[in-house]
């Protein structure tokens, strides 16, 4: 009887040490957990309930069903603003990732100052997009921008980015791609380095040439980091909402305005709120439905990597 409880007291030690396990990762998880649900779960469900009602903070609120979406069929603002954010995000993301993956792929070989030229690439995504977007409003000015100042010295003429309704969108994309590039470059910089090394040399054994190597081995192994750029870049992108506030505001004549910035004007400065929580609901049901399409149909391709 003896020798029975000699043996099992290793077998409840263990599961002992499991439970305190359980709870340390309980207690390391939970602060996340108060955070999800204070600030993200319960926001959620009273927005949900606020896009029922005529709610303002001037003067309350009743329950109105689903009038506020049926308005938002009509409001041709609404279409205007998501249109405006398909094609935003139509140009930024593809092209951020194109040249990101160009560069990764270069600052993946033996450089001089290989770690300058890296964290070069990677510093405005540590920088402040207010910032970056003031600095951009002064580059792209009329009068004064350098980059008119560069189109004129090449013998272009001067464009009016940010107060033509033609070309605020591009000035837009263009301040964008350039402020995502670092942080997409690094992603796919790590998931190259942790493609195998023998792949390579077993591909230059066989006679395979840069270009075959590339579209044979390198691209299908980056599919999994190239499913999460997608579906972060295009979720982030539906979201855009400072550069635009700093840049141009929503205009000229609403060339800028997405969802996101139609959703704060309705709620902030006409303070409906309850429209404004309905906008903010179909654009996450948007967002929702790109994501599973993104999910059934990149992943896919990714797992058989």
Do not use: C
């Amino acid at each position: 009887m003896a020798v029975a409880t000699a043996k099992g007291k290793p077998r409840y030690r263990y599961q002992g040490m499991e439970r305190t396990k359980q709870r340390a990762g309980l207690l390391f998880v939970a602060p996340a957990l108060l955070h999800f649900l204070i600030f993200t779960s319960i926001p959620v469900f009273v927005a949900v309930g606020i896009s029922f009602t005529n709610y303002s903070p001037l003067g309350g609120g009743k329950f109105i069903g689903i009038q506020n979406y049926i308005k938002m069929i009509s409001d041709e603002l609404f279409w205007t603003a998501l249109k405006n954010t398909l094609v935003y995000s139509f140009w930024t993301v593809p092209v951020t990732m194109a040249l990101a993956l160009f560069l990764a792929l270069i600052l993946n070989r033996k450089l001089r100052a290989l770690a300058w030229y890296r964290a070069a690439f990677y510093m405005p995504q540590v920088t402040a997009t207010v910032a970056i977007a003031v600095v951009w409003m002064w580059m792209f000015n009329n009068q004064f921008g350098v980059i008119n100042w560069v189109l004129e010295g090449m013998g272009l003429k001067a464009v009016e980015w940010l107060t033509s309704p033609t070309w605020a969108m591009p000035a837009i994309v263009i301040m964008s791609v350039w402020r995502g590039l670092g942080g997409t470059m690094v992603i796919f910089l790590a998931a190259q380095q942790g493609i195998p090394d023998y792949l390579y040399e077993a591909a230059r054994i066989d006679g395979a040439n840069d270009r075959q190597i590339f579209w044979r081995i390198t691209l299908p192994l980056l599919a999994p980091a190239t499913f999460f750029l997608l579906v972060t870049g295009l979720i982030g992108s539906f979201q855009v909402f400072d550069s635009i506030y700093v840049m141009t505001g929503g205009g000229p004549s609403h060339a800028t305005t997405t969802i996101a910035h139609q959703i704060y004007e309705q709620a902030f400065q006409f303070t409906k709120m309850g429209y404004a929580s309905a906008e903010a609901v179909v654009l996450t049901i948007v967002v929702f439905i790109i994501t599973v399409i993104n999910m059934k149909y990149v992943k896919s391709d990714a797992d058989y990597v």
